[in-house]
């Protein structure tokens, strides 16, 4: 089965998380020494905003559904990167009127 895309326009309004994973050995004299923890170092996750009609956000919680938070998808950063996520916690809410927002986080991942 191909990896689907994540195709629906997001609001970026909130900062991602990135982090570095890093390990240290620290030596007498204050000396210490740093490696990265891995070929896949970087740690990020952007939290996503999308609102609209109760279809598409159906739509897109049944994408979400698809992946149940472990089945990695594409998906395109605010920086225009192209990568791997999985979503495990989105929050569909009414907002009034028949129109819906949807939030979540999606989080770098490195298998499909």
């Keep these: ?4 895309t994540f195709t629906w326009p997001t609001q970026h309004g909130d ?3 990135i982090s570095y994973r890093v390990r240290t050995s620290q030596f007498g004299g204050g000396y210490k020494q740093e490696v990265g923890d891995g ?3 970087k740690e990020d996750a952007y939290p996503i905003t999308y609102s609209g009609s109760q ?3 159906q739509e897109i919680m049944a994408f979400l559904d698809r992946h149940a938070g472990a089945k990695a998808f594409l998906w395109t950063t605010p920086l225009g990167q ?3 996520f999985t979503c495990k916690n989105p929050t569909p809410t009414p907002m009034g009127g028949g129109v819906f ?3 979540a986080t999606f989080e770098r991942a490195f298998h499909p």
């Design 1 to 4: 089965m191909a990896i689907e």
């Design 15 to 17: 900062s991602p998380e």
């Design 39 to 41: 070929p896949n170092n």
């Design 55 to 57: 279809a598409k956000v």
């Design 82 to 84: 192209l990568g791997l």
């Design 101 to 103: 927002k949807v939030t």
